[in-house]
């Protein structure tokens, strides 16, 4: 797998940043009439730091940080410095702390890290600490309620509980070439090796469990996959998708945004995501 290899310039040249990440990010700059270089960025669970480099070619003031070293010590292979790339990609402890002051970034995002992390509340609780008042975040990831695992690339896997029923279940995906196809090796182990990594690495929370526990550090949540521009430019779910119970369906069911926003702003046609104070 490429992240166990130092990044290229030909690895950054291929990779595309999400524009919804972009999006929201120029919308909270323009918001505040500010200039690139004046918003700090904090792209959490980066990875080897390919958006983080891309933002920072862009002129914004980014900064990586993932808990998994040997990725960033690939990232940080790509960058001529050593100085400055350890000032660019962070390593966070193994409590998901950051080595940064309280009130470091104006914006933060993730891309299919929520699911990831096992102490959701102390997470979010970091979070909220490395982040000014007011700011705004953006996390995408993979809903509980999806019909295919974003990792496994199994239908309905990650709907059943942490024994062997899930366990037995992954037999028949197996057998059936259903899988990511990781490893070499024989049905077995396949399905060991896929169960313990469902077992360690992926937490599937529900909404209500997402908002509790970012709003007790201090966010205002909106879900907003029901207003992603694919929803809303599509020509049937476009016309529906202002009704209350689609809109409840669309956010559980597809891959959502989660949007820390101000309670007292108006909404947006662009939904920006806000710490507020």
Not at 37 to 66: F, K, P, S
Not at 106 to 135: G, I, K, N, Q, Y
Not at 235 to 259: E, I, K, T, Y
């Amino acid at each position: 797998m490429t992240v166990f290899k130092a990044l290229t310039e030909a690895d950054v040249a291929e990779y595309r940043l999400n524009t919804e990440f972009l999006r929201y990010l120029e919308a909270f700059r323009s918001e505040r009439s500010l200039e690139p270089h004046q918003v700090r960025v904090l792209d959490w669970g980066c990875g080897r730091g390919q958006a983080t480099i891309v933002l920072e070619r862009l002129g914004y003031n980014a900064m990586g940080a993932d808990i998994d070293g040997e990725s960033i010590l690939n990232g940080r292979a790509f960058y001529r410095d050593p100085e400055i790339a350890a000032q660019r990609l962070r390593i966070l402890d193994a409590q998901g702390r950051l080595d940064v002051p309280d009130e470091t970034f104006d914006f933060v995002f993730s891309e299919t890290v929520l699911e990831h992390v096992a102490d959701l509340d102390a997470a979010v609780r970091e979070l909220s600490r490395v982040m000014t008042t007011p700011s705004a975040s953006v996390h995408v990831f993979p809903p509980r309620r999806g019909i295919i695992e974003d990792h496994l690339r199994m239908p309905f896997i990650h709907w059943l509980p942490k024994n062997q029923l899930r366990k037995l279940a992954l037999f028949p995906y197996v057998a059936l070439g259903i899988e990511p196809k990781w490893v070499k090796e024989g049905v077995r182990n396949k399905v060991r090796r896929y169960y313990d990594y469902s077992l360690a690495h992926t937490f599937y929370r529900s909404p209500v469990e997402l908002r509790r526990t970012f709003e007790r550090h201090g966010f205002d949540v909106e879900f907003a996959a029901a207003r992603h521009p694919k929803v809303i430019n599509h020509p049937v779910l476009g016309r529906v998708a202002g009704f209350p119970p689609l809109q409840r369906m669309l956010n559980v069911c597809v891959n959502a945004h989660l949007d820390p926003r101000e309670s007292d702003r108006p909404a947006d046609p662009i939904p920006l995501q806000w710490r507020s104070g």
